[in-house]
């Protein structure tokens, strides 16, 4: 095995003399680096905005909803950080002539900071300050709506009364704070004290949310809860399941498409190699000659174009990586050149950048596959090389 190896590695070194070989061969080394710099870019920034998007959204909804059981029975399923009750429902919010359907959480105030991470997004007022009476909305909300610090707006809740009756109570509730997640959430989502939404509808919020170490695991929790028929629960994966399914189904298409840019770049090797095999076919015989057999010759042309393809993604490598990383302030230096933003009209001020590990051996491992594969054509024809009819005149 020796001798292929270093046969192959000093075809790789070799100048040669055909500079149209040579040509190609630096074609598909940079066709290569080009594949593997995008690929590693473009998925590092769709994992950015996909953990964005999870902690702005995921962080603020319940991760899971339990109707039928107590605080303290919630308390001590494992993997649960926290639990407080709550309400959920659809309103619409009345000022003047504005008016907005949105989603309204009835919550615990002295508990939000430890259920999600609206405390910390407060653009002004204090999730704690939300006593009787008083109202947060989402900043572009309140815009639309018009209202302001200490503004009132009407709160309409449906009630159902009977089987076919429909009824409507009114709050007069004040805005008392606003947050900003940068998120959907910021124009559909409003809220008041479970306490004051319990009083106005005459009843008790019997549902608690808990809020999970681990967001992926509340499917899996429940499932378990449901296997108690006097138990109701829902997670965040019925509202946003299809959402973030949707996001991830785009990464993987997008990692597809860019591997037809390494699939280029291998079809280029085939292309050299081939080119190769023509132009080495008598020293291919005069090896068959001297003992080498067709296996050994299959080697020395894979070694070669596993070199360029190893050369060509240590490089994307080494160029991909910073970028990704970096590709914040990259892409931040070329609108400040160019002039204009390039997430002019989405929730982001910034291009996100979440670089993982397993996604980059993900990468590099099938851009070698794809590599080494497009080796076994021409390596196959220089093993089929028959020695006698190529020395036959010599």
């Known amino acids: 095995m020796m001798t292929p190896a270093y046969i192959g590695l000093r075809y790789s070194r070799a100048r040669g003399e055909n500079r149209f070989l040579s040509f190609i061969t630096w074609v598909s080394l940079l066709g290569l680096a080009l594949g593997v710099v995008a690929?590693?870019?473009?998925?590092?920034?769709m994992n950015g905005f996909d953990t964005e998007l999870k902690r702005r959204i995921l962080g603020a909804v319940p991760h899971v909803v339990v109707e039928g059981l107590s605080r303290q029975e919630l308390e001590a399923i494992p993997g649960v950080s926290a639990a407080g009750r709550f309400s959920s429902q659809s309103v619409l919010l009345v000022n003047g002539s504005a008016s907005e359907l949105v989603s309204l959480y009835g919550i615990e105030p002295e508990n939000e900071r430890a259920m999600s991470i609206i405390p910390d997004h407060m653009t002004f007022g204090a999730i704690e300050h939300l006593g009787e009476g008083g109202i947060v909305l989402g900043e572009p909300l309140a815009y639309r709506l018009g209202v302001m610090q200490g503004d009132s707006v009407t709160v309409l809740l449906p009630v159902v009364k009977g089987a076919w009756r429909l009824d409507t109570q009114v709050i007069n509730a004040t805005l008392v704070g606003t947050f900003e997640l940068d998120s959907e959430l910021d124009y559909h989502l409003s809220l008041m004290n479970v306490e004051s939404i319990d009083r106005v509808l005459g009843t008790s919020a019997r549902s608690y949310r808990l809020r999970l170490n681990d967001i992926f695991a509340a499917p899996g929790l429940a499932k378990e809860l449901k296997l108690n028929d006097k138990v109701a629960v829902s997670d965040w994966s019925v509202d946003y399941g299809d959402f973030f399914r949707t996001v991830k189904m785009e990464k993987v298409m997008m990692f597809l498409l860019l591997m037809l840019v390494v699939g280029i770049a291998a079809f280029s090797i085939v292309s050299s190699l081939s080119m190769l095999v023509k132009e080495k076919k008598f020293d291919i015989a005069v090896l068959r000659t001297c003992g080498l057999s067709s296996r050994d010759v299959t080697m020395i042309f894979v070694v070669q174009g596993a070199v360029i393809g190893i050369c060509g993604i240590v490089l994307g490598a080494i160029v991909g990586l910073p970028l990704a990383y970096y590709v914040t302030e990259v892409v931040s230096a070329i609108e400040s050149l160019f002039g204009g933003s390039m997430l002019a009209g989405t929730y982001f001020d910034s291009i996100p950048s979440?670089?993982?590990?397993?996604?980059?051996?993900?990468?590099?491992?099938?851009?070698?596959?794809?590599?080494?594969?497009?080796?076994?054509?021409?390596?196959?024809?220089?093993?089929?090389?028959?020695?006698?009819?190529?020395?036959r005149y010599e």
């Open 39 to 45: 690929l590693i870019v473009v998925v590092s920034v």
């Open 354 to 391: 979440d670089v993982r590990l397993l996604d980059v051996v993900a990468i590099l491992l099938v851009s070698l596959l794809i590599s080494l594969a497009a080796t076994i054509y021409p390596a196959y024809r220089a093993a089929s090389v028959n020695p006698a009819e190529v020395l």
